[in-house]
């Protein structure tokens, strides 16, 4: 456990405060108010944000690559960035505060001064596909006159790298991005740096002895990166382990604003942009043939992959990449249309290295249970387990995301298991392992503390079963699904009960169906197969109203114990009528029930005919068998009900009753006593009083029926002052109530 401590103890956990910073560039924002709605905010502000960034970086080295530039407009770029110090430069003459001198000239000016930036930059402030379109907002905001005072204020900004380091301008661009997005929906989460770090320190807890190795290349992966924020976490924490280790990231992001806060920060670390992607991962894997030591994510919910409400071309490519079958990124199956979590999860895998990649990816409940047994949900779950990729599932704390409060889980993949993980999944209840905010963030209003922390990874790392940890075989979330089926046994009568059930049951359906002749005959236009359609049900209408008179004029206390005692009986009833044997076989199963008492059927060989209307499904774990099953859960009760199996892998359309789920909460209910009725019947006694006494507050004496108590809601001027009710000893103390819901008694007893 030594390893775990030096793991915990790497971290920088103290305070990081960019309030100045970030109030200084909301105030900035103030300035647009009037041709910008506040939701727009965010294509002035980012932007603006990001070339100051670059701007207070590249100022050391700027007059050498202009002086470069000047004697050689032909410099190559590779050549400009030694000179710069970065993977980007500017050879304007021009700077934020040099703008302001000439205003009359300043929409001009400036984006000339972009210009000067080498085109990766360019790329990320001026492009309409891939990055901010911000020449826009420069027309824009020169037209209505904001140009001039918010360029001046961006001048006077110091993001200078010097002193403030990338861990604090991520803060800065997450609190911004945090600020613009909090009307957004609940799949696009910014994820926390409290649970970023969580995600890293599970991460290498254990597995990672490599990482050590002199000059180690170390890969890093986000699929769904946003702002970077999980690449830069990863490498900062590594290069405080392994400070000669060669750590490069790589990431893809759909957002603009997040791309290009990303890529920005990317530049400035000196990472390698071209890892960078604008790209939607469901379209493309844009580092194919590229395995990574590690991928960390925290995927899109909710966000659909097909159907109407996905993205343009994405149904079309996720198809085509399922269509590759285990050689493509979906091989396990494709989940619901409406949710691509689990194809998050499925790509993480295909991009893990073979032999020690390991992921922490944040998903919501879904994909723990979510579809049926052939489903893609079941099918998925089964391939990671069956392929033993999944180490742990940790339950985080609700409200831990600043704009969504669900229920999340930390799935940690490997393959790279230690030994004695080898064959199980750990499940890890850290639901209520956190710190209270003093102030929440939008629906943060939970964090997960570095006491939080260490006690998690430690919970992780020991694994040891507790009251907060359960380790089970991965055959523990596997199962197989049986058909259960009592022998067919039916009774059979012409009774008006027995004729009404028939006719609720649909029997006659297929000859004549009332209400389906409604709807055709009310339809504004028929196609030709309906129109077909309603003429046989009127054909048919003569017959089926001889049949129901027939049976009316044939009802009786008869009762049959088998088919072959009914059947000739009913024949004879409807001879005049039909002598179709199939119609005779369905009028004679819908005047049928179960019983008990009647005859066993049997087919033509002797084999006992089941029920399908007795048909249940029952839910067996891989590792049990079935007889032991249908003894303890099934036979006690239905003594003569059979199990089937009825998995069919080779058909044309495979049936498929074998699947997974894992129903995390499930393993961790506690059972807890009903509240006896009598102290609800008192709780709800005293909830009454207190609202109908406040209720008839009007700061004068009250009379409150049928407990002759008198109120007096104002004691004291200077304080709010509402009453406390005592129902054993009825009375009424004046009281004030503070912010923090603490009671004080502030006079006498009335």
Same mark, same amino acid.
């Given at each position: 456990?030594?390893?775990k ?8 956990d103290?305070p990081?405060?960019?309030s100045?910073?970030?109030n ?11 041709p910008?709605q ?24 700027k ?10 407009p032909?410099f190559p770029?590779?050549a400009?960035?030694?000179i710069s110090g ?5 050879t304007?003459e021009y700077d934020?505060?040099?703008?302001v001198?000439?205003?009359d000239?300043l ?12 085109p990766?930059?360019q790329?990320?402030?001026l ?14 905001m ?6 001039l005072s918010?360029?001046k204020?961006?001048s006077e ?6 002193t ?5 301008m ?19 989460h ?7 770090k969580?995600?890293v320190?599970?991460l290498?807890a254990?597995g ?17 990166c ?6 830069s976490?990863?490498y900062?924490f ?6 000669s280790?060669d #750590?490069r ?5 759909i ?14 670390k000196g990472?390698?942009a071209e ?14 043939g ?5 991928v960390?994510?925290?995927?899109p919910?909710?966000t659909a992959?097909?159907?109407?409400d ?10 085509a ?5 285990e050689t493509?990124?979906w091989?396990?199956g494709?989940p619901?249309?409406?949710d691509?979590q ?8 295909d ?5 020690f990649?390991?992921?922490a990816?944040?998903?919501n ?11 893609g949900e ?10 033993d990729?999944?180490e ?8 831990l ?14 393959k790279n298991?230690?030994p004695?993980?080898i064959?199980?999944i ?7 392992v ?8 939008g629906e943060k ?6 006491e939080?922390r260490t006690?998690i990874t430690k919970l992780y790392?020991?694994?040891?079963p ?5 380790i089970?075989?991965n055959t ?6 049986? #058909?259960?089926?009592?022998?067919l046994?039916?009774s059979?009568?012409i ?11 649909g ?11 409604n709807?055709?005959?009310?339809a504004?236009e028929?196609t ?5 359609k ?12 001889a049949i129901?008179?027939a049976?009316h004029?044939?009802?009786s206390?008869?009762?049959y ?9 009913l024949a004879q009833v ?6 179709d ?16 008492s009647a ?9 006992i ?5 007795s048909?249940?499904?029952?839910i ?9 099953y ?14 089937f ?22 393993y961790?209910?506690?059972y807890?006593q ?19 006494v406040?209720d008839?507050l ?8 049928e407990?002759?108590v008198?109120?007096?809601d104002?004691v004291?001027?200077e #304080?709010a002052v ?9 009375k009424?103390?004046?009281v004030?109530?503070d ?9 006498e007893?009335?």
């Amino acid at each position: 456990m030594a390893e775990k401590t030096v793991i915990d103890a790497m971290w920088d956990d103290s305070p990081i405060d960019v309030s100045t910073e970030v109030n200084f560039i909301w105030s900035i924002a103030n300035k647009l108010r009037g041709p910008y709605q506040s939701d727009k905010y965010k294509d002035v502000i980012i932007p603006m944000t990001i070339i100051r960034r670059f701007e207070c970086a590249l100022a050391p080295t700027k007059q050498k690559v202009v002086d470069q530039y000047k004697a050689n407009p032909s410099f190559p770029a590779k050549a400009m960035y030694r000179i710069s110090g970065f993977q980007f430069y500017n050879t304007s003459e021009y700077d934020l505060a040099e703008l302001v001198n000439d205003s009359d000239h300043l929409a001009a000016n400036f984006k000339s001064y972009i210009q000067g930036f080498s085109p990766n930059v360019q790329e990320i402030i001026l492009s309409a596909e891939k990055g901010l379109d911000f020449n826009k907002q420069i027309d824009k905001m020169d037209k209505n006159n904001r140009l001039l005072s918010v360029v001046k204020a961006f001048s006077e900004l110091d993001l200078n790298p010097r002193t403030i380091d990338n861990v604090k301008m991520g803060y800065i661009f997450e609190e911004l991005i945090r600020k613009f997005s909090e009307n957004a929906e609940a799949g696009d989460h910014y994820t926390g740096r409290d649970i970023i770090k969580l995600m890293v320190n599970i991460l290498l807890a254990e597995g990672c002895d490599d990482i050590f190795d002199d000059g180690k290349v170390i890969t890093i992966l986000d699929q769904a990166c946003g702002t970077g924020g999980m690449l830069s976490t990863g490498y900062n924490f590594i290069k405080r382990y392994n400070p000669s280790a060669d #750590v490069r990231l790589f990431g893809q992001e759909i957002n603009p604003e997040s791309y290009a806060m990303c890529l920005a920060e990317m530049l400035i670390k000196g990472q390698n942009a071209e890892n960078i992607c604008y790209q939607d991962t469901f379209l493309a894997d844009c580092f194919k043939g590229t395995k990574m030591r590690f991928v960390l994510e925290n995927p899109p919910f909710g966000t659909a992959w097909g159907g109407k409400d996905a993205a343009e071309g994405v149904e079309a490519a996720v198809m085509a990449e399922y269509q590759k079958g285990e050689t493509g990124r979906w091989g396990a199956g494709l989940p619901g249309s409406g949710d691509g979590q689990m194809l998050f999860l499925q790509s993480a895998v295909d991009k893990m290295d073979d032999t020690f990649g390991r992921c922490a990816i944040i998903q919501n409940g879904s994909p723990l249970f979510n579809g049926g047994t052939a489903s893609g949900e079941s099918q998925i779950r089964r391939w990671l387990l069956e392929n033993d990729l999944i180490e742990a599932i940790i339950a985080l704390p609700n409200d831990l995301f600043y704009n969504t409060g669900i229920a999340t889980y930390i799935w940690v993949l490997s393959k790279n298991k230690r030994p004695e993980r080898i064959g199980k999944i750990q499940l890890i209840d850290a639901s209520h392992v956190y710190h209270k905010l003093r102030k929440a963030l939008g629906e943060k209003k939970n964090e997960i503390s570095p006491e939080d922390r260490t006690r998690i990874t430690k919970l992780y790392a020991d694994f040891q079963p507790g009251e907060l940890v359960k380790i089970y075989p991965n055959t523990e979330f596997i199962y197989r699904e049986y #058909v259960v089926m009592q022998p067919l046994q039916r009774s059979y009568a012409i009774t008006e009960d027995s004729i009404q059930k028939m006719l609720s049951d649909g029997a006659l359906s297929g000859l004549y169906d009332e209400a389906k002749v409604n709807e055709l005959e009310n339809a504004e236009e028929l196609t030709g197969k309906d129109a077909k359609k309603l003429e046989a049900y009127q054909n048919n209408k003569p017959v089926f109203d001889a049949i129901l008179s027939a049976l009316h004029a044939a009802v009786s206390d008869q009762v049959y114990l088998s088919p072959s005692s009914f059947t000739p009986i009913l024949a004879q009833v409807l001879a005049s009528i039909t002598q179709d044997k199939k119609l005779l076989e369905k009028i004679a199963d819908g005047l049928s029930v179960m019983d008990k008492s009647a005859e066993v059927q049997r087919d033509k060989k002797g084999n006992i005919l089941y029920d399908k209307e007795s048909r249940d499904i029952e839910i067996v774990k891989w590792d049990e068998s079935i007889d032991t099953y249908m003894a303890r859960e099934v036979l006690p009760y239905v003594p003569d009900a059979a199990a089937f199996f009825e998995e069919n892998l080779s058909a044309k359309k495979p049936v498929v009753k074998t699947g997974a789920e894992i129903p995390f909460t499930r393993y961790f209910y506690k059972y807890q006593q009903p509240v006896p009725s009598e102290e609800l019947e008192q709780h709800f006694l005293e909830l009454d009083l207190r609202v109908r006494v406040f209720d008839q507050l009007a700061g004068e004496r009250v009379w409150v029926e049928e407990r002759d108590v008198i109120v007096i809601d104002k004691v004291c001027p200077e #304080v709010a002052v509402e009453p406390r009710v005592d129902l054993h000893h009825e009375k009424v103390l004046p009281v004030h109530i503070d912010a923090f819901g603490v009671v004080e008694v502030v006079g006498e007893e009335l």
